[in-house]
């Protein structure tokens, strides 16, 4: 006991093992998600305030913590990255490829546009006109990011499909590319302005991006190659999902060699898969999207915890004010314009600009290489504003997506045949009036039923539709072995027992695996009060209806996104 009692006394809360850290951040992030859930709100919300509370309020996650989560954070983005490349489909590109061309370029520019002049205002309160016009251009650039990981997270919960969700989906994983581009200008600018010249100036830095996107996009080609290869190699599911997680790895590896970029380079794999082997990949995707589960919950409760506001002054607050109007009003104007002018359908026009508001690890990259390019004073309001500005967006951004796609009447038109099983009873997709027996008709009736309707089983019920069997073709080629006695043999005398039942309000995912238990080719479904006959629950019935459901909320997606082409 004295033992136990010094270990209790040792325990510190703010020095926790790896492994700890990581169960308390899941499972509270977990957590924290299921009740945000319940109260209308993203998930992922739920895992960032977990992750503030985890962090700088209980300091139970450290600033040095949180650094050695660094290799975490990269393999989650190249698997965030990997699955939304799974999205850029190239039918996609042949269907939309000009308005992603026009909105990218409208709303990420004129965010950029937006947000450089109201920070530069706000700066030169305090600051001379060249470093407020620095700092202004690279927050402008650091601004027209979006985080991808956030935005397809909130897709993903709410089951999205329609003009929307395949624009933002393709606008998020573009927005990258042009945001460093974005942000290599703005470096550059903001050098001169401050005398700092660079050996070679601006030429330097535009091969430095050449070599950065081309080289990320041509190392995701080759790793998507290569898991192609692999793939059309062998068919165990299992080590299929070995092969992709380590080929994700791969890239990952490769790309932090080399210094290209992760997320780039993890969607090129991804978009490179999903369009030379449509068919065979899809398998791998489904395994890493359900792998991935708590990968996100650690990853964005990390994004919390980093947050810090403490030594808050009234010109970072209005900076910070000055940069989230900007990123709000010119993300919203900017893919507004671009979707206008690319005559864009109706909800990518109306509702894309609430779902371009979230920002993350691509902000904090480039805030962490622009910052060392200034000095004092500024350089520590950059990172304040910036880290304000992306919590912030964090955590009403994953609000505004939702909003945006339920606006446009997207949500829950992607569902799978797993989703539906889980929503639905059993009185959902049963048969409510199957064709029944009484117990007490004569075997000729029996064959004439048989002989006249579809069907292979019939429930044998008494006077008051109480079920007392079921009468199938097997059990009729049985009493034609015993001739001598079928003219007088009833319903009741050839029923075959019940193996199993269900009720109305049973779950169906609960009858459908009782019937896979029991190899069954139907269930009879019985009231709960009196144990009536309700119906039938037929597997190939229930099959046909839920792949009906499916093609029809697909096609209702697809229809709306085709009024405008």
């Known amino acids: 006991m004295a033992i136990i009692f010094e270990n209790f006394r040792a325990f510190d809360i703010h020095h926790l093992n790896m492994l700890l850290v990581i169960g308390v951040a899941i499972f509270f992030g977990t957590f924290g998600a299921r009740l945000f859930q319940r109260l209308h709100i993203p998930q992922i919300v739920g895992y960032i305030v977990i992750g503030v509370l985890l962090g700088p309020i209980l300091g139970v996650m450290s600033q040095q913590t949180i650094k050695t989560f660094e290799p975490f954070n990269l393999f989650a983005l190249g698997i965030i990255g990997f699955l939304i490349g799974g999205e850029l489909k190239k039918d996609i590109f042949v269907k939309y490829g000009r308005q992603v061309f026009y909105v990218l370029l409208f709303e990420g520019i004129t965010a950029f546009l937006t947000a450089a002049t109201l920070c530069t205002a706000a700066l030169l309160l305090v600051f001379d006109w060249h470093i407020a016009v620095a700092a202004g251009v690279v927050f402008g650039a650091i601004c027209s990011a979006t985080d991808p990981a956030s935005t397809v997270s909130v897709l993903w919960e709410y089951k999205t499909r329609g003009p929307l969700t395949t624009m933002l989906t393709t606008i998020v994983a573009l927005d990258d590319a042009l945001a460093m581009i974005l942000y290599i200008a703005s470096v550059s600018v903001a050098s001169v302005l401050m005398g700092q010249h660079a050996e070679g100036g601006f030429a330097v830095m535009a091969v430095h991006a050449v070599y950065e996107i081309a080289g990320s996009l041509v190392l995701g080609v080759l790793i998507g190659l290569l898991l192609k290869w692999i793939i059309r190699q062998i068919d165990d599911k299992e080590k299929i999902l070995v092969f992709s997680i380590s080929c994700i790895i791969l890239d990952i590896g490769l790309a932090m060699t080399f210094k290209f970029d992760v997320i780039l380079s993890s969607m090129a794999f991804g978009a490179t898969l999903i369009n030379i082997l449509p068919r065979r990949s899809s398998a791998s995707f489904e395994m890493i999207h359900k792998f991935s589960a708590p990968i996100y919950v650690l ?255 697909r096609e209702q997606a697809d229809q709306v996104a085709a009024v405008s082409i």
């Open 299 to 553: 990853f964005f409760v990390i994004i919390g915890a980093r947050v810090n506001v403490s030594a808050v002054s009234w010109i970072v607050l209005l900076t910070a004010a000055a940069y989230i109007i900007g990123c709000v009003a010119g993300k919203a104007l900017g893919s507004h314009w671009g979707a206008t002018y690319s005559k864009a359908a109706p909800a990518v026009r109306k509702f894309l600009g609430f779902c371009l508001y979230q920002q993350g690890t691509i902000a904090i990259a480039l805030l962490i290489m622009a910052s060392t390019r200034f000095e004092g004073q500024i350089r520590e309001l950059m990172i304040t504003v910036i880290i304000i500005g992306v919590f912030l967006f964090q955590i009403i951004g994953p609000i505004f997506v939702k909003i945006g796609v339920k606006k446009a009447g997207e949500v829950g038109m992607n569902v799978t045949e797993e989703d539906l099983i889980m929503l639905y009873k059993v009185k959902d997709v049963m048969e409510s009036k199957p064709a029944t027996i009484k117990e007490g008709l004569p075997l000729d009736d029996i064959i004439n039923i048989f002989s006249t309707t579809d069907g292979l089983y019939y429930p044998v019920i008494d006077e008051q539709s109480k079920l007392k069997g079921i009468i199938s073709i097997s059990s009729i080629k049985e009493t034609f072995a015993h001739q001598n006695v079928t003219g007088w043999l009833l319903a009741c005398d050839i029923a075959q027992p019940v193996l199993d039942k269900t009720t109305e309000d049973a779950p169906l995912a609960e009858a459908l695996e009782r019937i896979q238990k029991y190899d069954l080719d139907f269930l009879p479904v019985v009231s709960d009060e009196n144990g009536k006959l309700a119906g039938v629950l037929d597997a190939k019935t229930v099959n046909r209806k839920i792949s009906a459901e499916i093609i029809r909320k």
